[in-house]
């Protein structure tokens, strides 16, 4: 069994950052592909991005492409998910995942959807004021 907890949600403006961090319990967290999905009232809970386990590819939802990093630090046993120029409509409950599949995800096929997930975290809220 894996916990997940998120952590470093909270308040900001229009164009500002967020650090995002999930700690996991567990010796067997370098062998979990990792992600953050992302859930708005009246939404369904969707993909924002992943890394996986071995080589460390990342996979963005296109809407954060170029705004948002996820990296992990093993050591740590912490994935994170930095976020910048963020927009009123980035605000959701983000949540962590944890995949212990030991699949690779070509580039063309990202681990984008829920059902690939086996731990998630109690999410952290993010909201982006105007």
């Known amino acids: 069994q894996v916990q997940l907890v998120e952590s470093g949600g909270g308040l900001v403006q229009d164009g500002g950052s967020l650090r995002l961090s999930c700690a996991a319990s567990g010796r067997t967290f370098s062998s979990y592909a990792m992600g953050w999905f992302r859930q708005a009232p009246g939404k369904e809970r969707e993909f924002v991005a992943a890394i996986s386990w071995s080589i460390g590819a990342t996979y963005y939802a296109d809407s954060v492409k170029g705004r948002f990093t996820i990296s992990r630090d093993n050591a740590k046993n912490t994935v994170y998910l930095q976020m910048n120029s963020l927009k009123p409509e980035d605000t959701a409950v983000y949540y962590c995942?944890?995949?212990?599949?030991?699949?690779?995800?070509?580039?063309?096929?990202?681990?984008?959807?829920?059902?690939?997930?086996?731990?998630w975290g109690q999410g952290t809220q993010v909201t982006v004021s105007s």
């Open positions: 995942a944890a995949d212990r599949s030991y699949s690779y995800y070509p580039p063309s096929h990202p681990p984008s959807s829920r059902d690939l997930y086996d731990y």
